[in-house]
């Protein structure tokens, strides 16, 4: 398999998963924590990067509706084909609505967020305190939501490498030309 996705989506697709794994490693972690300065602090770093997650999707939206991603092999089944569409169109689809979500949230709890402490970011919503109850719910399901389905993405590339053995992985994998020790080997 000789197509690959260009540099760019391969540079947002990788920086992007990182930031979503801190993003959620950080929520998940500073949820739990008695309110102190220091979670105060940890809420404005993970403000800063889910604007930041935000500004990166819509730069992949923007990638991806004037880059055509490479298509699957031809011999890939049509509900696998059906199966891949609907779980890329729902990973964006969480990408852009979970630091939605945050934003309304932060607006509706009375905490304007201040992108890197120096960039005020506007309310969406006025304070509410039930509406910010009833976003914190929404934003801790969606990023459930999201944890699951990055799993299922991440086992399926890893069955298309160790069982399908298609070559699939590398296409999205960075490298001069999408291979690695590892393929030269096997």
């Known amino acids: 398999m000789n197509e690959r996705y260009t540099r760019t989506a391969q540079a947002l697709h990788w920086l992007m ?12 972690y500073m949820h ?3 309110l102190s300065p ?5 809420y ?9 997650a935000f500004v990166l999707v819509l730069a992949r939206l923007a990638w991806r509706a004037t880059h055509r991603p490479p298509p699957l092999p031809s011999s890939t089944p049509a509900a696998i084909r059906v199966a891949a569409s609907a779980g890329h169109v729902l990973l964006y689809a969480l990408m852009v ?16 967020t201040v992108w890197f402490g120096v960039l005020p970011i506007p309310d969406l ?3 509410d305190a ?33 069982v399908d053995r298609d070559g699939l992985l590398f296409r999205m994998w960075p490298g001069r030309n999408g291979t690695s020790s590892m393929e030269h080997h096997s």
């Open 17 to 28: 998963a990182a930031l979503l794994v801190g993003l959620v490693s950080l929520g998940l």
């Open 97 to 112: 609505a979970i630091p939605l979500s945050g934003w309304l949230m932060s607006s509706a709890k009375g905490f304007q």
């Open 32 to 34: 739990e924590l008695p």
């Open 125 to 127: 919503v006025g304070k």
């Open 130 to 162: 039930a509406l910010g109850e009833t976003l914190r719910a929404v934003h801790e399901y969606l990023n459930l939501t999201l944890i699951v389905v990055a799993i299922g993405h991440v086992a399926a590339a890893l069955k298309h490498h160790f």
């Open 38 to 42: 220091r979670k105060l602090q940890l």
């Open 44 to 52: 404005s770093y993970h403000k800063w990067a889910g604007v930041t």
